[in-house]
């Protein structure tokens, strides 16, 4: 780039980066600063800690749980929103003639607010009004009363559920404008070929696809992991913080306790989190970006 | 230069001159927990008070109770307080130890304001530290026992019964037909203060404390953890999914007639009044031949240290917790008790119990960190209707509260 491109670069790109900068990373360098500092709404005169804050963070076990149902609630939603996505893309993929408005029905979930979509799930859990029990008792399968929320057991795999079900159409509009990118000819030269439908999408239509799929991943991993209202909505974090993660533990430090500094060391690990996979979804963006060129 | 100041001879000439100098503007925050039109009410008493004080205009901001408490402190901490505001009574002792809020014993004084006129609870729930950060806006109690009264009839259960320890179990347990989807009794631990005030009144009514006077955790003592092991007995008679039930999920079962008894406090009447159920109210629940101790909830009106206007939102403080005002601005119980008098014998069924309950009722603990003690007594709740043996479980939330410092 000659210099003076160089510099016409700058000028374009600063009125751009100055809010950037005072919106997203004043507050995320904000955050990172006052991990170092014991400081709550009744201790208005922040104290220099260093790390105490994060050795007691270590050294209490309810920061073990909020990783591990972390990495359950976020590993199963997103696996799940990913496959449950990718089948109904493929369903959705045929031209048949109500494809048109399967596609509208199938984005409901993810068009309603987060919160309503939360309720309608409290609603369908509630042990003694809800759907799913009483769905069950019809077929047989249980004697009802079952309360998926308020039993540690089952609080978390319930919520995951619901996310699944509130998510998934992200993944199945990704999947379809991608499956609608997939060539034909090759796909049609697999079939003369004699590959059967499971050997033409193994072959054929998932490799290419690779780059929206890692993408896609890395995408619903980040949302996922930062998803708030379903869990609060639901639980709270609870029974016994059964369901607590990163989102809705920093919540309730913050404005729930008012423990602003205990907050901003849970802040901190999220922010940590989330730029590993940023950095994966650049990665996976640069490496898709590449292979274009080269067949390109 | 003497053109200049000719000119602004000539302006200043020109310029009206008003009686008095530029209007106060006093930003007053509020949170709505009923739909009973409160914004509107409190707007008309705002026009009487700018009518009696022509020189203050009261900017009213009514927010919904859910959002209250994470819209005033983000306004707080980031430097916009209004100039008052109505603060949850859990939340006076950390407001006074944060420095953001004024304290008003000079002020109290010289008004002439005193404990007398208020409910003796909701006048300790503005004390902290030996000094005065609030005064008493409006009040409730936790928890009255509404019972449907053609379930306790078909079930030839005394509703009086219900206010004792062993009428309430028994009660529970003639009510309660799982297989028919009928319960006795409504209870509920979900992360909620709910599940804490209902837990308090139960051990308070036992003669038990949650802290001690020296601050220390006081859930180990006998009397509490009796209290906590009732609670317990009385889960089998309960719908299921305690762990997660509020207070609002047993309404809906209340209402139903699915559920005979829930627990609320007095604000619960306007929606019972609209239903078709025969009901009524029990005042607590203690021991035989002791008094039910209820848990006082309410809130109380502060000003902020930030307030330019500190004068001007002291009048409209005693404004609003007039005798003749109070009744009209407020969605729970005034906290004014001839106002309390006067709106319970208009708007609620039974306001001689009321008063009563209100008068035995207790504050919870005034500690600044209240807001982490709940959050164990919470845990402690989930973990005594899950099983756990109540001493154990009280040792535990003991050893948390005591950490704290």
New interface residues.
């Given amino acids: 780039m000659h210099k003076r491109n160089r510099w016409l670069a700058w000028v374009f790109l600063v009125p751009a980066m100055i809010p950037v900068a005072i919106l997203m990373y004043y507050p995320m360098v904000g955050t990172a600063i006052e991990s170092f500092y014991s400081t709550s ?4 005169n922040p104290q220099f800690v260093g790390l105490e804050l994060y050795r007691e963070l270590f050294a209490s076990g309810e920061f073990g749980t909020i990783v591990w149902n972390s990495c359950i609630w976020t590993v199963f939603v997103v696996l799940f929103q990913n496959l449950f996505g990718f089948a109904v893309a493929l369903l959705l993929d045929r031209e048949l003639p109500t494809s048109g408005l399967m596609r509208s029905l199938v984005l409901l979930p993810w068009v309603l607010p987060g919160v309503v979509a939360a309720i309608l799930w409290r609603f369908m859990y ?4 809800g759907l799913i029990n009483s769905f069950l008792v019809r077929i047989g399968l249980s004697g009802g ?8 057991a089952t ?1 978390m795999g319930a919520a995951i559920v619901a996310a699944i079900w509130k998510g998934f159409p992200f993944s199945t509009i990704v999947y379809l404008a991608a499956l609608q990118n997939v060539d034909r000819e090759q796909v049609e030269a697999a079939t003369i070929d004699g590959a059967g439908a499971w050997r033409r999408l193994i072959h054929v239509v998932i490799p290419s696809m690779r780059e929206v799929i890692v993408i896609n991943l890395v995408l619903t991993t980040m949302l996922t992991f930062n998803y708030f209202d379903m869990i609060w909505v ?8 059964a369901t607590h993660i990163f989102p809705t533990k920093i919540y ?1 430090l913050g ?5 602003f500094g205990e907050a901003a060391t849970y802040g901190v690990f999220s922010i940590l989190v989330l730029a590993v996979l940023l950095a994966l979804y650049f990665l996976a963006r640069s490496a898709g970006g590449r292979r274009s060129m080269a067949r390109g | 230069m003497r053109k200049m100041a000719l000119i602004a001879a000539v302006l200043g000439l020109a310029m009206p001159t008003y009686s008095h100098a530029e209007d106060v503007v006093l930003k007053f925050w509020d949170n709505q927990q009923t739909e009973s039109g409160l914004s509107q009410y409190q707007q008309e008493a705002v026009k009487s008070f700018e009518a009696e004080n022509p020189d203050i205009k009261v900017e009213v901001t009514t927010v919904p109770y859910p959002e209250y ?2 819209r005033l ?1 983000t306004a707080v ?1 980031g430097g916009n307080a209004p100039d008052v505001s109505t603060i949850d009574q859990i939340w006076v002792a ?1 407001f006074a ?4 809020i004024e304290p008003l014993d000079e002020l109290a004084a010289s008004a002439k304001i005193s404990a007398d006129t208020f409910f003796p609870g909701a006048w300790a729930s503005a004390n902290y530290d030996g000094r005065l950060w609030g005064i008493p806006f409006n009040v409730d109690v936790w928890q009255f026992s509404f019972y449907n009264e053609d379930l306790l009839k078909a079930a030839a259960i005394d509703p009086a019964s219900l206010a004792t320890f062993e009428g309430l179990k028994a009660a529970g347990e003639k009510l309660t037909d ?1 297989a028919a ?1 009928k ?1 006795g009794i409504g209870l509920f ?4 203060e709910d599940t804490v005030v209902v837990m308090d009144s139960f051990i308070f009514s036992n003669g038990g404390k949650v802290l001690n006077e020296d601050g220390s955790c006081g859930l180990t003592s006998d009397a509490s953890v009796e209290a906590l092991a009732y609670l317990q007995s009385l889960a089998p008679y309960a ?7 509020s207070s609002g ?1 047993m309404r ?2 209340f209402l ?1 007639g ?1 559920l005979a008894v829930e627990f609320w406090p007095a604000l619960e009447q306007p929606t019972l009044q609209k239903s078709a159920l025969n009901w009524d109210f029990v005042v607590g629940t203690a021991p035989e031949g002791k008094t039910p101790i209820g848990t006082f909830g309410g809130w109380n009106l502060v000003v902020y240290s930030d307030s330019p206007h500190k004068e001007a939102a002291w009048k409209f403080i005693q404004f609003l917790t007039r005798e003749d005002v109070n009744g009209k601005v407020v969605d729970l119980i005034p906290a004014n008790v001839e106002a309390a008098d006067a709106f319970l014998r208009a708007n609620r069924t039974g306001p001689e119990r009321i008063l009563e309950h209100l008068d035995n009722a207790a504050p919870r603990p005034l500690s ?2 209240y ?2 003690v709940s ?1 164990i007594q ?2 402690l709740a ?2 005594v209707f ?1 099983g756990m043996d109540p001493k154990e479980a009280a040792e535990k939330a003991c050893a948390a509260i005591d950490a704290l410092g």
């Fill in positions: 709404f009744i201790n208005p509630d042990p003694q009004l009363g079952q309360a998926w929320l308020a039993e540690p609080a639901l639980t709270r974090g609870g029974p016994q913080n309730e404005f729930g306790q008012f423990r | 408490q994470q402190l901490q950390a130890a944060a420095g953001v799982e989807g319960y631990a979900h992360k909620g719908p299921k999914g305690i762990a997660n039930a999920d809906e079962l139903n699915s600044p960190r807001l982490e959050d919470v845990t989930q973990d899950a």
